[in-house]
């Protein structure tokens, strides 16, 4: 009788265990693979050249100030041509995407981004080349833009 | 739509001008209700078009990840006396423009 009240109790122990796990695995359910896929078209990305700027702490997830820096020359052979903001944790993964040309004279721009928790925000840089740079910020937010309650 | 854009009035030939824009706009997301419980739509300004005389400088396209009232700095080679123009339009399609004039010497 003793064994099998033992047995019942290892059993919901790991039904508690299964059940924690679901939210982290729910935290990546937002279609960032996909996402990244459609952004890249496949093509590969080399992490670097993009330097993203975030407060390591955000107090509010309604508003996150974001600076990008890509080391580039801007000049009419050798430009950005856009840049994409991703989210890991957003309900959607897109943030923006900002077209930039040799006209910019500077590869870096400054926005503010809403953030669904703490996550990782990475963004992509396109070049005129075709090529894809990456770079990524880790941002610890203390209160999240509820997006999804009331 | 209230919105201020910011541009230094003149600048010399070749220069790197910083250019910052504010609108004022709720960004809706689509996932928030109102106190009747009524989903609240998505109301984002999904796209901004800058010009300079006559030709584009910048270009965004945006999303609910976006923060309320959206800002956006960026940067610009001063090359002609001329005018910024600001076009913008969210998803129940209302437009809003703004221009800003600079003078360029050299």
Known sequence: MARTTRRR???????????????????TSNGFAAMLQKVTGGATVTPGRVIVDTPR?????????????????????????????????????????????????????????????????????????????????????????????? | MVARVQLPPSARRGEVIEVRVAIQ?????????DLMGKPVPKNVINNLTVRYNGAQVFRAEMGPG????????????????????????????ERGEERAAISVTG
């Not at chain 1, 897109?94 to 910019?104: E, K, V, Y």
């Not at chain 1, 840089?125 to 997006?147: F, I, N, P, Q």
């Open chain 1, 57 to 150: 702490l955000a107090d509010n997830g309604h508003s996150v100030p974001l600076r990008i820096r890509v080391d580039s020359p801007m000049t009419a052979s050798d430009h950005v041509a856009s840049v994409t903001l991703l989210s890991e944790r957003n309900p959607r993964p897109l943030m923006a995407t900002f077209h930039l040309g040799p006209r910019a004279g500077r590869a870096e721009l400054a926005t503010r981004v809403r953030l669904n928790g703490s996550q990782r925000v990475l963004v992509i840089a396109k070049l005129s080349d075709g090529s894809l740079w990456s770079g990524s910020a880790e941002v610890e937010v203390t209160e999240s833009a509820c997006l999804d309650a009331t």
């Open chain 2, 66 to 93: 976006v923060a309320a009232n959206p800002y956006l700095q960026f940067y610009a080679v001063a090359e002609q006396s001329g005018e910024f123009v600001f076009e913008w339009v969210d998803d129940t399609g």
């Open chain 2, 25 to 33: 706009h709720p960004m809706e997301t689509g996932f928030r209700y």
């Open chain 1, 9 to 27: 109790f290892m059993t919901a122990l790991a039904g508690v265990a299964a059940a924690t796990l679901l939210p982290a695995r729910a935290q």
